[in-house]
Structure formats: structure tokens, C-alpha cells
């Protein structure tokens, strides 16, 4: 039989909730009984051998009390073989047979020999961990609801993921220019690089909808710069036409009016001198 590990976890908490029950004497039989199935595997279920084990017992006068003391510590084992010789604590001999492989993996990978017991014993835990692992993915598949083929899903999250984000600045340019917007491609695909692909608070669902708030909010924004122009405008001319001053005094002020038309003429998102407003 092969050694077991020199430790195994103690959770305080789970400890002392299990055994607030019990006298100090239990307690102290209940940590040696589990050391023992640590280093041996199983407990004995003989009584003479377990009062040598937990250290209870020894005087007549209160064997029955003894008697009853193992009995409960014994009630946190549960038999081992089918004739009932024997007895373990579930979560440790859980604990056990993992520390156990762990144990046996590290030593081959250090290159040491090992006999075809322990060989076999790893191949059949590594079985077992790969059965359990399968049987909670499915469990876990069948509890989320998920159905239908792989292929479906596939699909469809590659559907989901070219709507909620263009796959390179290329494709946004060429949807502005198909659906004749003025919008600045380059620097929409900045700024969602920078807010992490999000509208708001929440993650970007539909990248051509962000496309046309973009666009009609620049319409706006044009819309606005047009009327302030327009009233800019509208101001000069009054300011040039004012009544009671001669020919030459208006001419002056036309002069000035040609130059700060040209100078406050609105620009076009690409920079352009053109006017927005000449339909050019």
C-alpha cells in the first residue's frame, strides 16, 4: 500500500459545527480516528481496537459511557466493505484518494518508478474526473436551457457579433458612402475604440444605428451653424445699408462686409471652403 501524504485539509468552521455536541473526550477520539484513516485508509469497526485508537476506555466502572462515546464519533463514519469490517469518513477518504493521485502524478513526473497499482489507480482517476466534468458540463448545458445544434449557435453568434461591430474601419466608410452620409467614419471608430464598442451604459447592439444618430446629429449641429450665420448675415447688411450716411461710408462698409464673409463662411465636415448651404 502506498504512503499516504503527510497532511490533509481541517476546515475549523465545518469541525466545530460537527462536533458541538460532543465531550472533549469525543472530540479528541473523532481527530484520532480520522488520523488514523489517513495513514491506514479504513477504521476498524472492532470495538476493543477502536477504544485503543480514540484513547477512550480502560475502566470498568464506565464502560457503558465509553460504549456510547464511540458510538458517537462513529456516527460521522460509514462502513467500507460489505462485511462491515471496516468504516471511513466520506470527505476524507474523498480527500484521501485525490491527495493520494496528486501524490503519485508528482512522483512520476519526477521520473520516479511506479509499481502497475499506481499506474492503474491514476488512469482510474483521471476516468473519473473526466466522467464527473462531462456530467456537470451536460448538467449545466440542460439547467441554462441551451439547445439545437452547434452549428446554430455558431451562427448565430457570428450574426450578433457583425451587428454589434464592423469587422474593420473599411466596411463603416463604405456604408457612409452608400448611404450618402458626411458623418466622419474615422473618428466614430475612434471613439467606440475608446468608450470600450458601448452606447452608453451598455454594450453596442447595432453599430449602423450609431451611424445614423451620428449623422443627424451632425445635421443638427449643421442646421444650428446655418442659422447663426444666417443672423450674423442679416445683421451686417443692416449694419451696411444704415440710412443718413453718404455713398462712400457705404461703400466702405461693403468692403468690410466681403471680407468677413469670407472669413466666417462656414466649412464642410471635410474641411473644404465650400459652403455647406450652396448645395455644392
Not at 133 to 149: D, L, T, V
Request: proline content about 2%.
Amino acid at each position: 500500500m502506498a504512503k499516504a501524504p503527510h497532511s490533509f485539509d481541517f476546515y475549523h468552521s465545518d469541525f466545530m459545527a460537527g462536533t458541538h455536541h460532543m465531550t472533549p473526550a469525543e472530540v479528541g477520539g473523532y481527530i484520532r480516528m480520522l488520523c488514523y484513516q489517513w495513514a491506514n485508509g479504513h477504521v476498524p469497526r472492532e470495538y476493543d481496537r477502536l477504544q485503543r485508537i480514540t484513547g477512550i476506555g480502560g475502566y470498568e466502572w464506565c464502560h457503558g459511557i465509553n460504549r456510547k462515546s464511540i458510538e458517537i464519533i462513529c456516527e460521522k463514519f460509514v462502513s467500507s466493505d460489505e462485511t462491515g469490517d471496516f468504516i471511513v469518513n466520506e470527505k476524507l477518504k474523498k480527500q484521501r484518494d485525490e491527495s493520494m493521485v496528486n501524490w503519485l502524478i508528482n512522483r512520476r513526473n519526477r521520473g520516479d518508478k511506479l509499481s502497475p497499482e499506481e499506474l492503474s489507480r491514476i488512469r482510474s482517476e483521471a476516468g473519473k474526473q473526466g466522467g464527473r466534468g462531462r456530467k456537470k458540463a451536460k448538467e449545466s448545458k440542460k439547467a441554462n436551457g441551451e439547445g439545437g445544434s452547434r452549428k446554430k449557435e455558431v451562427g448565430s453568434t457570428s450574426k450578433e457579433t457583425s451587428k454589434s461591430r464592423p469587422d474593420s474601419i473599411d466596411t463603416v466608410n463604405a456604408y457612409i458612402t452608400e448611404m450618402g452620409y458626411k458623418v466622419n467614419g474615422e473618428e466614430w471608430w475612434d471613439w467606440q475604440e475608446s468608450v470600450g464598442w458601448r452606447a452608453g451604459k451598455n454594450p453596442l447592439k447595432d453599430w449602423k444605428a450609431s451611424i445614423r444618430t451620428w449623422e443627424s446629429r451632425r445635421k443638427k449641429e449643421c442646421g444650428k451653424r446655418k442659422s447663426q450665420h444666417e443672423e450674423n448675415m442679416e445683421v451686417l447688411k443692416q449694419w451696411v445699408n444704415q440710412e443718413g450716411d453718404d455713398d462712400g461710408d457705404k461703400g466702405n462698409r461693403s468692403e468690410v462686409l466681403g471680407s468677413v464673409v469670407r472669413n466666417i463662411q462656414p466649412k464642410n465636415n471635410d474641411g473644404s471652403g465650400r459652403s455647406l448651404f450652396d448645395g455644392s
